[in-house]
């Protein structure tokens, strides 16, 4: 992964391949942002004039480089637009910073060190450049040839100008400072733990099933000390886990139910987070149509960001419990998988009639949620790919919250704009729970296909135990991402929720929640 280093070092000092300044649109042409008064300086204080001529705008994203000035010890200097320029008084906003500075990570990928002269003024400004960067910087090449047929996979290099920039120098910060300390200490941390989720999202079905996801579990509550259960198929019928098992009997690569835990001693709180995690969603009998299924390794998005942000809970060591449960199946057609029509009984006992195989998520989390409810937590937050409709209403940047509690679904809103993932309230009407009515078991695992998304957030309350608090995350819009590449956000993996998640555990930890 990328290097962080916190810098005394001047712009016009330090040694690095490129200067990373920012640009803004301010009310009578571009504007050099605070940090790179010295680069502006080696230029004769007319950097904003050599940029304008070389047609930068100062607009959020935009990159230009330039051959660096007399004087500097870089031989480049790459500008990256932050937008329009706040008000006198005002600082940069923070996720304009992080955008920016995931932009200038992208554009610097082959590079080995690149120092950053971004606006940096508090320890929050510091997180967000050193979060955008870190997470801009991310590549993955695992499985891309290095020129002689050999990858990654095969114990080669990759080819170094589709290397990650290897260092991020954050200038014209205080090192010894503990609050920026702090900060570029949890960006590393969260930036790793988002990275991991990038990674199992990216790896191909044929690499990640339910049994090898566990592993990557088990590895990670070794090295990290987390408490993991894995519940195998043998386990899961033992234990009369319906939903699981249902969904997964199509396959060769039987489910898994997946419980990895971090505690801590000072904790007061407890929150269980459920990832769906459809290690490839073929829809099963009711098949999905061509076009459809190319990108369906990313079912699992919602329990790599669990897992992603249990790893990050431990590793930040809140005082906060925090305990995951990875719901993993394989939806495939087969002679033995589960047909339209079917009726399976779930963790909970009631019945579900299956009227389409493809509406698999909710059959895996219900189990999942259940399970979790037993061990009482204070909140569940449930994260899934869950439905189409979603990114229907929503597009692909934002993901939708609903909840039974309207404060906690307000409080995740809040949170999750704090720290720069897009998302918005649902409502849950209850008119839409007729819907799902069956004449031969408790629940149909459908119901009216208008507000699709909302039905199958009313499906998966009726797993959950009563009096806890519960919120559902349908992130199917923006957990992968199929255009090109923009601010710290990749193509593929996106690792969406994570930041959430771990914001909302640090809340817990620290009591704002209630």
Known sequence: MTALTLSTSSAATVRADALVVGVAKGAKGVVVAPGAEAVDKAFGGKLAGVLETLGASGAEGEVTKLPAADG???????????????????????????????????????????????PVEDAEAAAAVSEGALLGAYTFTAYRSNGNGQNAKGGKKNDAKSAPLAEVALLGTKPRDKDVKAAAERAQALAAEINRARDLINTPSNDLDPKSFAAEAQAAAKEFGLKVEVLDEKALKKGGYGGLLGVGQGSEAPPRLVRI???????????????????YDSGGISLKPAGHNETMKCDMSGAAAVFAAVVAAARLGLAVNVTGWLALAEN???????????????????????????????????????????????AIVDVATLTGAMVLALGHRHFGIM???????????????????????????????????????????????????????????EFVGEGITWAHLDIAGPAFHEGAPWGYTPKGGTGSAVRTLVRLAERTAAGDLG
């Open 72 to 118: 500097l010890k870089a031989p480049v200097v790459l500008a990256v637009g932050l937008g329009d320029a706040p008000a006198k008084d005002e600082a940069y906003d923070h996720e304009a910073l992080r955008r920016a500075a995931g932009s200038a990570a992208r554009a610097l990928t082959g590079s080995k060190k690149a120092g950053f002269a971004l």
């Open 261 to 279: 835990a971090y505690t801590h001693p000072k904790a007061e709180k407890t929150l269980a987070l459920v990832g769906k995690g459809i290690t």
């Open 332 to 378: 495939m057609p087969s002679g033995s998988a589960t047909r339209p029509g079917d009726v399976l009984t779930m963790y909970s006992g009631k019945t579900v009639e299956v009227l389409n195989t493809d509406a698999e998520g909710r059959l895996v989390l219900a189990d999942a949620l259940t399970r979790a409810s037993e061990e009482s937590p204070d």
């Open 403 to 461: 909840a039974n509690d309207d404060a906690f679904r307000t409080a995740i809103h809040e949170i999750a704009e704090e720290v720069g993932e897009q998302s918005w309230p649902m409502p849950m009407p209850e008119h839409l729970r007729k819907g799902m009515d069956s004449p031969v078991a408790d629940i149909a695992n459908m119901g009216e296909r208008m507000g699709g998304g909302l039905v199958a957030g009313l499906f998966l309350k």
